[in-house]
């Protein structure tokens, strides 16, 4: 089993930054991809990034690329998302996922094990 803990979310204001963590316990961190997902109200659950196990490779829904950076730290058993340039759009929950094997990939069911998300909300 892995565990899944996101933090960081909170209300600002367009243009704004933050940083998402999540931490994983458990099962060894660096054999799991990783992602990052997001859910507004009455909309489905959507892919944001992801990262391989190694850190080598990263994919980005096409809304943020140029605005958003995933990165771990294998030494802190830990995932980031960096979000710049936020706009209302972005307001959602934010979810980490993790699945074991090297690939990046953006399915939401590829994903074994989820955190308990994060709220993040974006003011015009």
């Known amino acids: 089993q892995v565990q899944l803990v996101e933090s960081g979310g909170g209300l600002v204001q367009a243009g704004d930054s933050l940083r998402l963590t999540c931490v994983a316990s458990?099962?060894?961190?660096?054999?799991?991809?990783m992602g990052w997902f997001r859910q507004a109200p009455g909309k489905e659950r959507e892919f944001v990034a992801a990262?391989?196990?190694?850190?080598?490779?990263?994919t980005y829904a096409d809304s943020m690329k140029g605005r958003f950076t995933i990165s771990r730290d294998g030494a802190k058993n830990t995932v980031y998302l960096q979000m710049n340039s936020l706009k209302p759009e972005d307001t959602a929950v934010y979810y980490c996922?993790?699945?074991?094997?090297?690939?990046?990939?953006?399915?939401?069911?590829?994903?074994?094990?989820w955190g308990q998300g994060t709220q993040v909300t974006v003011s015009s």
């Open positions: 990262i391989s196990w190694s850190g080598s490779s990263t």
């Open positions: 458990g099962r060894t961190f660096s054999t799991f991809a």
């Open positions: 996922a993790a699945r074991p094997g090297w690939s990046p990939l953006t399915g939401a069911r590829d994903y074994n094990y």
